[in-house]
């Protein structure tokens, strides 16, 4: 902890060869960087559809778009905001940190690693292609539940849907090889010292994370395959005339669709469990109970796929045994949040953009939370099951805690990833309007819901307008909201100040290294001799080796 | 002193809790639309508890949150650390065990209300279905029936969804595309659907079944106010879902009555149908879609 002032060597790389990023590289940092921007990317063009849709929603009547269009829209925004942004860009920034956290030099795969990331630029062109197909884009919406989606109005072999079914297909392969080579790098690679109950809880989270991947994934490629076969080939798996089983799609699809929300939601656990100690200078409160959550979430989160489903045609005792295992999930889910509030209590705050976004996603995490357990009791889940209400609530998650824990990450470890400071002033605008959109846009769909306002509708009943003009507004100012950022980043990259090794004066491997880090992560690979968050340990910290 | 001054300040804080959360949680009623079915009143009860306690965890971490970010503000640049510890193996036990508490609590809330409610009875239904070598091919597209514990009802509603319309079959084999329903009487419902996924939902009902093809899924409730409400299919099925809307009227047993004779006194005729009368009058905007079916011919359009 001694090194503090120690300035960064962006000097000592005159000439960054910024071709490197468009190559197939095999360093997991460039792979890290690869994922993160292209997922971006992604973020930004279904966002754009998102306001759309908003901008149709403005009024009752359909004015805007074609009622195909706006199913083609919600299908492919939810979509790729799933498996084109949220996954990837968290799989990207572990692939940038977990080497670093750990003390590894790399990706136990590294060649693994960058097919892996090359399949994604190339599906997601591929999915956002179906929009010049006659037929239009996959319209059933994200979870393509049949028999909609094998109806394929256009009679074409090449339909939107047949398109979306092989992307879905493809991303799979992807994580299932980013799964792989997690779980190898984070059970082989680690340093000496660095025991399972030494790591930061980010690698915990990423672990946990992507063994849900390889438990659940191949159940989606599944269904995802035999929907294939029913749609180009006329076979009869889900097709209810002819004995097929539709509900058994959906058991299917949620099997893993639903831990699909933790192996998205767990990371960001992690991007607080590093951010809060560091700016609160307080050791992670009940470390050990919390990386013991975050399998406590992975496995309960495989037995609550049916909550999903309690309108569909699911027996009472399978709705009363899901409705339980769901509701379990806010035990370790609790555990968490309450360490972060005691790891806050009494501390040293400081109130820099990345721990804004990480206490904002914690608070809207914990409303998020509490509305899921509400949808996960039964009797009000059938009023709200596919309303406005479960839109708001996984908006919550997904934007309000997932997204707003991307964004504390990509603040907190741009001065180590970039070498350079952003502007502080520039990440507070972001902040706040990223902040007030979110509110804006995701909480007035909860009393939509509560009032009746079904999902996936391109016109509605005039009652429902005005919160929807709300919702539409807040909308725009998250699209908005972006700009500051981008501006930020691109800038800050450019030209911002060069940053120290340590700017947050943080603990963790990553910190020990220059900024941006070498090529070869570590000179020599450290020995760890401390538990992780020492905070408070100063003298500790100075006298071992592993510190510097 | 201080530390009887931070007992004090802690119990104001959990007496504001209460009160505060108390109070939402009875605000939670007006949230709802009205309550049109006897189903509608102890969801809307379970609700009220659900808000109330969810109003209690939030404003509690929120505020403790709060606190510290008010209070225990640093410079920038002071870069000291805070206390050096770790945990509290007690205090760590005492915030799992209560949301364990807190979980049986509203899961048994919740069970016990999905009993009263009882939608397609909680014992375990067993249907198996084994098509024998002799029987037809098309035996197995018979109905099947979620529900073995039959309710004693006063009416039986056949439920027809198909793309994109509703029509409701009534003792006598009189039909409609509006859905009439004598008030204070228990109703069952058979959902059926021709083609996808469709579902069933009227807001002021509170209850909502999917309608599963080639499947009867019974459904019963109980009507409770007279009224005007609107019925909405709540599975996306397709290019026309949001124009999937019907009538329905909750009214007295002798209006009811005098309808459904009105009604079998009239020739079946086809009903109008938004989405029908969209796809073919409207020039057809944007991509191949599946055309509607025909509107249903019912006595009573």
């Known amino acids: ?548 | 002193m201080q530390k009887i001054l931070n007992t004090l300040l802690l119990a104001v804080f959990i007496a504001v809790l209460l009160v505060t959360s108390r109070w939402v949680g009875h605000q939670a009623y007006s949230w709802m639309p009205t309550q049109g079915t006897a189903e509608a009143q102890k969801v809307d009860d379970l609700f009220s508890f659900l808000v109330a306690v969810g109003t209690f965890i939030f404003l509690g971490i929120v505020g403790l949150i709060m606190y510290s970010v008010l209070l225990y503000r640093v410079p920038k640049g002071d870069f000291s650390d805070g206390s050096p510890s770790r945990g509290n193996v007690k205090l760590e036990i005492v915030w799992t065990i209560v949301p364990v508490l807190f979980v049986m609590w509203i899961a048994t809330q919740s069970y016990k209300i999905y009993q009263e409610i009882d939608i397609q009875g909680l014992t375990p239904i067993v249907h198996l279905h084994i098509p024998m070598a002799d029987e037809p091919a098309n035996a197995a597209t018979e109905p099947t029936d979620v529900n073995t514990r039959a309710k004693p009802v006063a009416l039986e509603v056949m439920v027809m969804a198909k793309q994109w319309s509703w029509a409701f079959r009534y003792p006598g084999n009189i039909t409609s595309t509006e859905l009439h329903l004598p008030v204070n009487e228990t109703v069952r419902l058979k959902l059926q659907s021709q083609d996808v996924l469709h579902g069933f939902y009227v807001p002021e009902f509170r209850i909502k079944q999917d309608i599963i093809p080639n499947r009867t899924l019974n459904f019963t409730l109980t009507p409770l106010r007279v009224g005007k409400y609107r019925l909405r299919d709540s599975q996306f099925s397709g290019t026309y879902f949001p124009l999937m809307e019907a009538d329905v009227y909750v009214e007295s047993s002798d209006a009811y009555n005098q309808w459904l004779t009105a009604s079998a006194s009239q020739q079946p005729s086809p009903a109008k149908n938004s989405a029908f009368s969209e796809h073919t009058l409207g020039a057809v905007r944007g991509w191949p879609t599946i055309v509607p079916a025909q509107p249903p011919i019912v006595n009573q359009p």
């Open chain 1, 1 to 548: 902890m001694t090194q503090d002032i120690q300035m960064g060597n962006a000097g000592s790389d005159p000439q960054p060869n910024r071709w490197r990023y468009f190559s197939f590289s095999t360093d997991h940092k460039v792979i890290g960087i690869q994922y993160m921007v292209t997922s971006f990317i992604f973020f930004l063009i279904a966002g754009l559809f998102s306001m759309l849709m908003r901008a149709e929603l403005l009024t009752p009547e359909l004015n805007l778009l074609s009622r195909p269009l706006y199913n083609g829209l919600f299908t492919l925004h939810g979509t790729m905001m799933i498996f084109l942004w949220i996954i990837p860009c968290l799989v990207g920034l572990a692939n940038y940190l977990v080497p670093l956290m750990i003390g590894a030099r790399d990706m136990a795969f590294p060649r693994l690693n960058a097919i892996a990331f090359w399949l994604i630029p190339p599906t997601g062109i591929f999915l956002l292609s179906s929009f010049l197909l006659p037929s239009g884009t996959a319209q059933a919406g994200w979870w393509s539940y049949p028999p909609v989606s094998i109806q394929n109005p256009s009679g074409h072999l090449f339909n939107g849907e047949l398109f979306w079914i092989l992307s879905v297909a493809l991303l799979g392969i992807s994580s299932i090889m980013g799964g792989v080579n997690f779980v190898t790098t984070i059970v082989r690679l680690r340093a000496p010292g660095m025991t399972y109950f030494r790591m930061p809880i980010f690698v915990w989270t990423v672990l946990s994370a992507q063994l849900l991947q390889l438990f659940c994934l191949p159940s989606l490629t599944g269904a995802a395959i035999l929907l294939f076969f029913d749609l180009a080939f006329g076979t009869s798996f889900f097709d209810p005339f002819k004995e097929g089983s539709p509900v058994l799609y959906q058991h299917l699809f949620w099997f893993y669709s639903h831990p699909a929300v933790y192996v998205m939601v767990l990371p960001a656990l992690g991007i607080f469990s590093e951010i809060i100690p560091a700016f609160s200078r307080n050791p992670l409160f009940g470390y050990i109970s919390v990386a013991l959550a975050s399998f406590g979430i992975a496995i309960v989160s495989i037995f609550v796929w049916v909550h999903h489903m309690f309108a569909s045609g699911t027996p009472g005792w399978m709705r009363m045994l899901f409705m339980f295992t769901t509701m379990l999930v806010a035990v370790p889910t609790g555990v968490k949040v309450f360490a972060w509030t005691a790891t806050i209590w009494k501390g040293k705050l400081h109130m820099e953009t990345p721990m804004l976004f990480a206490l904002a996603g914690i608070i809207m995490f914990l409303f998020g939370g509490i509305t899921g357990v509400m949808l996960g009791s039964v009797p009000f889940d059938l009023h709200v099951n596919n309303t406005y209400f479960v839109v708001g609530h996984f908006h919550y998650i997904v934007f309000n805690t997932i997204t707003m824990a991307i964004y504390a990450a990509m603040y907190f470890w741009f001065p180590k990833i970039t070498g350079r400071m952003y502007a502080e002033g520039w990440g507070k605008i972001h902040f706040v309007l990223t902040f007030i959109g979110a509110n804006l846009t995701f909480f007035p769909m909860h009393p939509l819901g509560l009032q009746g306002m079904v999902r996936r509708v391109s016109s509605y009943n005039p009652q429902y307008q005005e919160l929807n003009i709300v919702a539409s507004l807040g909308g725009f100012l998250l699209g908005i909201s972006t700009l500051p950022f981008i501006v930020n980043i691109v800038a800050s990259w450019l030209q911002g100040r060069p940053a120290p090794n340590n700017p947050w004066h943080a603990t963790g491997l990553e910190w020990t290294v220059s900024s941006p880090p070498p090529v070869e992560n570590f000179e020599e690979i450290p020995i760890v001799t401390l538990p992780p968050y020492s905070y408070g340990h100063d003298q500790l910290a100075a006298d071992t080796p592993t510190q510097k």
